[in-house]
């Protein structure tokens, strides 16, 4: 939760109103938790995720993958 993912972030530099990397990463999270039986998928929509899909420049120094564990999952219709 250090939100280094936002400095990197690209998308957020062009649309301050995008929610950014660090929203999708709390949103896949719950996406992914066994107590919540909520798609989130299209909460990332809301939150502006088709932005990331052609980027996939993020990154985190903790070692989470963005583009694969974030992205891909919450854009792909079989997660």
């Known amino acids: ?12 530099k062009d649309d301050p109103g995008f929610a950014g990397p660090f929203l999708l990463v709390k ?10 039986g909520y798609d989130r998928r299209e909460q990332a929509r ?9 980027c996939k420049g993020c990154s985190c120094p903790y070692g989470i993958n963005i583009p694969r564990d974030v992205i891909k999952s919450l854009t792909e219709k079989n997660v």
């Open 1 to 12: 939760e250090c939100l280094c993912c936002h400095s990197e972030c690209a998308a957020m």
């Open 27 to 36: 949103v896949a999270q719950m996406h992914f938790h066994p107590q919540d």
């Open 46 to 54: 809301a939150l502006g995720i088709e932005r990331c899909l052609a």
